[in-house]
């Protein structure tokens, strides 16, 4: 019996040492296969990046298609602030390299030799582009006689990663947003700079929001439809993929709790007292991306700090979210109530 079990144990200690000395190669191996999974999955991904740029080309030929008969049409690089993420090259600093960024141009074809006034329109979407969905809200505006300018701001897609992951919500895409406007004062001959305003919906309403918050003197009229209002409030009703999104490092990096006054500076609601530009908001109450909560919550601040403005809150307003950007009866009514608001600031 004692024989047995010291040959027991001399096998077990001799598979023991086996184990040991084979260790270090199942380690490394399994680092070579988790590696390899890691590059398989950012070249799936990267396909994905590849893929919007594609989408993006298409939609761009989309654009001469369906709107040139009234507009020409132009898409300009320019700079806004430098991306404060951004790897740095060859020892240059951020700081003095700027962030590039397309931009669509919208010129009235029948505008002669008259001054225009000019229409910022941010896309919506935390990550999305300005595409031909828009197509009968620039027709609308460009016969009207706006010059209109589509900022495809830091953040946006179709242009690859680097271009995607530089976002920062609610902070610098703003700045490229105001520094299109600057560029078409500056660069169009047609656009009347003392004419200018701006107006998006959802995210895009965000921005121009916090454009007329941060810039008053740049704009003379705002027109927010259905916009992200309150983004702490909104990491609160929103799904956990939606908040992880936001907690992203290339994102704002933190979950709402761990940076609640980051949030707030971001959004809308809590920056009213800023207010000095005429605003119309819309909000429908059957919204089921941004909850007519936060836009009420928009509102109530708004009332609250003496802010004089209009507002609407439809009842279950047909297309909800996308509420007066389809092409309905009551989506065109409801834009003629915008154009005519518009009219009376900047015409």
């Known amino acids: 019996m004692g024989r047995t079990m010291r040959r027991a144990a001399r096998a077990l200690a001799a598979a023991l040492a086996l184990a040991v000395a084979a260790a270090p190669a199942a380690r490394a191996e399994e680092a070579d296969v988790a590696k390899r999974l890691e590059a398989l999955e950012q070249a799936v991904r990267d396909q994905r990046y590849a893929f919007d740029e594609v989408l993006k080309k298409i939609d761009d030929v ?13 898409k300009v690089y320019l700079t806004g ?14 700081a003095r390299h700027p962030f590039k960024f397309w931009c669509y141009v919208f010129v009235p074809r029948d505008l002669g030799a008259r001054k225009a006034p000019l229409l910022v329109l941010p896309h919506g979407g935390v990550h999305a582009d300005f595409t031909t ?33 530089a976002i920062d919500y609610g902070g610098l895409e703003v700045d490229d947003c105001v520094a299109a406007r600057d560029w078409a004062v500056e660069n169009l001959p047609q656009v009347d700079g003392a004419r200018c305003g701006i107006l998006g919906w959802s995210h895009g309403g965000l921005i121009a929001l916090m454009a007329v918050f941060r810039h008053p003197e740049k704009f003379r009229a705002c027109y927010a439809g259905v916009p ?12 956990p993929g939606y908040r992880e999104l936001f907690s992203a490092q290339h994102h704002l990096g933190k979950t709402a709790n761990q940076a609640v006054d980051e949030y707030r500076r971001r959004s809308p609601a809590w920056n009213v007292e800023k207010l000095r530009t005429p605003l119309l908001v819309h ?3 059957n919204d089921r991306d941004v909850h007519v909560s936060e836009v009420q919550h928009l509102i109530a601040q708004l009332k609250a700090a003496g802010k004089t403005f209009e ?9 909800a979210h996308s509420l007066n950007r389809i092409d309905t009866k009551e989506a065109r009514a409801s834009r003629r109530e915008v154009w005519a608001f518009l009219a009376r600031h900047l015409k």
């Open 228 to 239: 992200v209002s309150d983004l702490v409030a909104r990491m609160g009703y929103s799904t």
């Open 81 to 94: 602030p430098p991306n404060p993420r951004a790897e740095e090259t060859y020892g240059i600093a951020n």
């Open 283 to 285: 909000t429908t109450t």
């Open 62 to 74: 989309l654009w001469f298609e369906r709107v040139a008969d009234v507009a020409v049409i132009d």
């Open 133 to 165: 969905y828009h197509t009968h809200i620039v027709r609308e505006l460009v016969e009207q006689g706006y010059v209109v300018l589509a900022p495809e701001y830091r953040g946006s897609t179709g242009y690859g990663r680097a271009y995607e992951q």
């Open 311 to 319: 507002h609407r809150v439809y009842e279950d307003f047909p297309a």
